[in-house]
């Protein structure tokens, strides 16, 4: 028992008689540092992020090679928006152990997020060659391929992680989200059927279904499904996004701003979100109090996306509030 936790702490190596004088810990004197690892893993599943930093932070100066608390604590400064510091520690844990399949999907995990998406393919490659089974990595290239339009090559990473975790309702999902890309719409709808039907508010199936529906032209049907996402989730920004777009079609300009204010409070680093903003500010400039706000609107935008499309959009924006 006393070697399965010291297990779970990233300790690695068999067990072996200690020569007396020897100089090595008690693995039992160590067990004081599990005790303190699962209450930092309680904490964690409590969403008591600076709680956990700081006991995983005490534990490292205790032992500086306990894997695990290194693992958590990178998940931890994640959170904390410590990111830097998170990578740190995850390529710490890589010199020493590269094919250790929790920190190559971690560090995936956080590369993916500040879109450096060539590293996380070879990341998940690396994964792959270690455990050609696990399905966060398979799961992690369908969506870096996803990101870039590129349905084609996100589909056999997405359905090779459906053969593996055929339950999983999420990769069914992220399966219906690739058909959507690639025009299979009735595909698409079958798997949104059966997940709304086994769990009718399932995170971004309705979202998901008012995207094939919009693709479709199916615009009431569409802004019903999204209208269903943001009821069930009021935090949610995609599907209020999408919703505040087809009301914009449909002429109601005011719900629209007021739409696209709610994304700019709920995602302040979306750039496309001050952006559309910005164009139904437009559309009212006579009876705008601060037309200054369109400007730092667009401004902000030009600021945060890295993307062509919506910097010639921010320019556009901008040379229509200088007309």
Known sequence: NTLKKLAT??????PVKRKRGSGLADPKDKLEIFEKVSLAAEHIN?????EAAAALEEVLKEDPKVLQAR?????????????????????????ENPDNIQALITMANLLMQEGKYDDVIA??????AV????TQAYTLMGEVYMEANDHENALPN???????????????????ACFIGLKRYGEAETILTDILKESPKFPFAHFHLGLLQEEQRQYEEALASYEKEVEYYPKTVPARFNRAKILLAKGDLETYIDQMRKVVELDPKLAKGYLFLARGLLRKWDLLENQGEV????EKGIQ??????LKALGYFLMADYYN
């Open 9 to 14: 702490l990233g300790y690695i190596g068999s």
């Open 46 to 50: 409590q969403d008591k992020y600076p």
């Open 71 to 95: 693992l958590l604590l990178s998940t931890c400064y994640n959170k904390l928006d410590r990111r830097p510091e998170a990578i740190e520690h995850l390529d710490i844990i890589l010199k």
């Open 123 to 128: 990341l998940c490659k690396k994964a792959i």
């Open 131 to 134: 455990d050609n089974r696990n």
């Open 158 to 176: 997405i359905e090779k992680s459906v053969e593996i975790q055929p339950k999983l309702t999420q990769n069914r999902q992220n399966l219906a």
């Open 295 to 298: 400007l730092t609107l667009v």
């Open 304 to 309: 945060l996306t890295t993307e062509n499309r």
